[in-house]
């Protein structure tokens, strides 16, 4: 089953402009929403993360928005920056369940100079 | 301080035959977790170690993989018989105790032929 969905597959934005993604989940039950950066022939890497407890995250460029009540949350790159081209991957953890990740399909990033 | 490090980085293997991959955590992390992530898709748990217990192996496909991670640091998965299906990238991770962060290695790229 499919718990996580993540939109868009691949997005194109010109360089300063606003890179939105975003993911729907189906289970209440998760308690951490991180976001992962992969790039080519690397492992992903953690870029940001938020608890159900609060509405919006900022770290520098990143933000991320939660919506419990939608069962969504998004990642918003402010001054996307062609270095930021990358694949990103949302993930959920079931509380109490201490480390599985389940992640969504990913969205590639393109960001033109 | 040094990342996951995993080998080899690439191997190409004819279908029906054995294969390992090895991991060995960032220092000091407890937990450390096998994913398979392909082609276009997010990572997806395989097992998860905390020291050298195996607490959540559910996802492995036991009638060919098999993993073990002696001593509690250093982890090996292995394949036998590989199948076409199992190309993928084999990604280990590791966490330190009461962290949610995974930090993930660069993976393994596998191609059955």
């Known amino acids: 089953q499919q718990q996580v969905k993540q939109s868009p597959q691949s997005l194109i934005v010109q360089k300063g402009g606003i890179s939105i993604i975003n993911c729907a989940y189906e289970n209440t039950a998760f308690d951490y929403f991180p976001w992962y950066q992969q790039f080519p022939g690397k492992g992903p890497a953690l870029l940001i993360a938020?608890?159900?407890?609060?509405s919006e995250k900022k770290e520098g460029r990143f933000t991320i928005s939660f919506n419990k009540s939608a069962k969504q949350f998004s990642l918003h790159i402010m001054d996307s920056q062609p270095g930021d081209s990358a694949t990103y991957f949302c993930a959920v953890k079931r509380a109490g369940n201490t480390g599985k990740l389940i992640f969504g399909q990913g969205t590639t990033l393109q960001v033109k100079p | 301080e040094a990342g996951v490090v995993q080998s080899p980085r690439y191997k190409i293997i004819e279908k029906k035959q054995p294969v390992a991959f090895w991991c060995n955590p960032i220092s000091g992390h407890n937990t450390l977790y096998w994913y398979r992530q392909n082609l276009g898709q997010g990572p997806e748990l395989l097992i998860r170690y905390e020291n050298e217990e195996a607490v959540d192996d559910s996802q492995l496909p036991k009638d060919r993989f098999s993993a073990e991670r002696l001593k509690g640091v250093d982890s090996t998965l292995k394949i036998q018989p590989a199948e076409l299906g199992d190309s993928a990238v084999y990604l280990c991770?590791?966490?330190?105790?009461?962290?949610?962060?995974?930090?993930f290695g660069p993976g393994t790229r596998l191609l059955v032929l």
């Open positions: 991770a590791s966490t330190p105790g009461g962290s949610e962060t995974q930090y």
């Open positions: 938020i608890r159900p407890d609060v």
